[in-house]
């Protein structure tokens, strides 16, 4: 992978933050994108204190120009784009009834949204690259719904649906598109709920499943797909912990 040029979405924690260290790793340049700066300084420092190469954009990707100006402001300061991992996202779980329809829109907005813009500026940069990968961050709820998560399983059923036809839009374009299903990951993610049910829910199936995945778990596997032979689309990625029953 040494002197691909990666773009990442939500990289100031969690699978996107695992996902930069991973790829600069591997030889990588890599952009973090997100709204939380100070991470992303924090982050690029880390990368550049073992050899690495990173360069910072903060930036909300459910805002059009504030999405398209990251993908295109990354292929400029790396000189191209090869990779981009569409990671950023928002789970804000309730019941239907009684809910913050605000909480709705957001994870439309940067669940569906937020990756399809980032998507539409990246295709022509990493065809006329060459070809490389767009990774699309979804999860198990994008297969299996439950109680309590409607508008998020609506999110992610999409990103599931929009992989597979931008995989067959892409396909000869050397672009590979892998969508990646995470089950329970150990991730700040499950804080972001409020509804004492919702709470009470994840407090209970992360004592029934013991441990957990790590986000370090979900960024081998993107470097997994990335780093299989061109012949190879890894077109899914299903990963729960050992204990997760659904």
Same mark, same amino acid.
């Given at each position: 992978?040494?002197?691909?040029?990666?773009?990442?979405?939500?990289?100031?924690?969690?699978?996107?933050?695992?996902?930069? /260290?991973?790829?600069?790793?591997?030889?990588?340049?890599?952009?973090?994108?997100?709204?939380?700066?100070?991470?992303?300084?924090?982050?690029?420092?880390?990368?550049?204190?073992?050899?690495?190469?990173? !360069?910072?954009?903060?930036?909300?990707?459910?805002?059009?120009?504030?999405?398209?100006?990251?993908?295109?402001?990354?292929? /400029?300061?790396?000189?191209?784009?090869?990779?981009?991992?569409?990671?950023?996202?928002?789970?804000? %779980?309730?019941?239907?009834?009684?809910?913050?329809?605000? !909480?709705?829109?957001?994870?439309? /907005?940067?669940?569906?949204?937020?990756?399809?813009?980032?998507?539409?500026?990246?295709?022509?940069?990493?065809?006329?690259?060459?070809?490389?990968?767009?990774? +699309?961050?979804?999860?198990?709820?994008?297969?299996?719904?439950?109680?309590?998560?409607?508008?998020? +399983? %609506?999110?992610?059923?999409?990103?599931?649906?929009?992989?597979?036809?931008?995989?067959?839009?892409?396909?000869?374009?050397?672009?590979?598109?892998?969508?990646?299903?995470?089950?329970?990951?150990?991730?700040? %993610?499950?804080?972001?709920?409020? !509804?004492?049910?919702?709470?009470?829910?994840?407090?209970?199936?992360?004592?029934?499943?013991?441990?957990?995945?790590?986000?370090?778990?979900?960024?081998?596997?993107?470097?997994?797909?990335?780093?299989?032979?061109?012949?190879?689309?890894? +077109?899914?990625?299903?990963?729960?912990?050992?204990?997760?029953?659904?």
């Amino acid at each position: 992978m040494e002197g691909r040029r990666a773009a990442i979405t939500g990289a100031s924690s969690g699978i996107g933050e695992a996902t930069a /260290e991973a790829l600069a790793r591997e030889g990588a340049t890599v952009a973090l994108g997100a709204r939380r700066k100070d991470r992303l300084d924090d982050l690029a420092q880390r990368i550049e204190s073992e050899g690495g190469t990173a !360069h910072v954009f903060e930036a909300d990707v459910s805002d059009e120009a504030a999405a398209h100006g990251f993908v295109e402001g990354a292929a /400029e300061a790396m000189g191209g784009l090869d990779i981009l991992v569409n990671n950023a996202g928002v789970m804000l %779980l309730g019941p239907i009834e009684g809910a913050d329809t605000e !909480h709705w829109r957001r994870m439309v /907005e940067v669940n569906l949204l937020g990756l399809a813009y980032c998507t539409q500026v990246a295709m022509p940069l990493i065809r006329d690259s060459g070809g490389g990968n767009i990774i +699309n961050i979804s999860s198990v709820a994008g297969r299996t719904a439950s109680l309590g998560s409607a508008v998020y +399983n %609506l999110t992610k059923w999409g990103v599931v649906g929009f992989s597979d036809a931008l995989r067959q839009e892409a396909q000869h374009s050397g672009i590979r598109v892998t969508c990646i299903e995470p089950g329970f990951v150990d991730t700040e %993610l499950q804080g972001h709920n409020e !509804h004492p049910l919702v709470v009470d829910a994840i407090e209970k199936m992360s004592k029934e499943i013991g441990d957990l995945l790590e986000a370090s778990d979900i960024a081998d596997a993107i470097v997994y797909a990335i780093k299989s032979p061109q012949r190879v689309n890894i +077109n899914e990625i299903l990963i729960r912990p050992t204990g997760q029953q659904r």
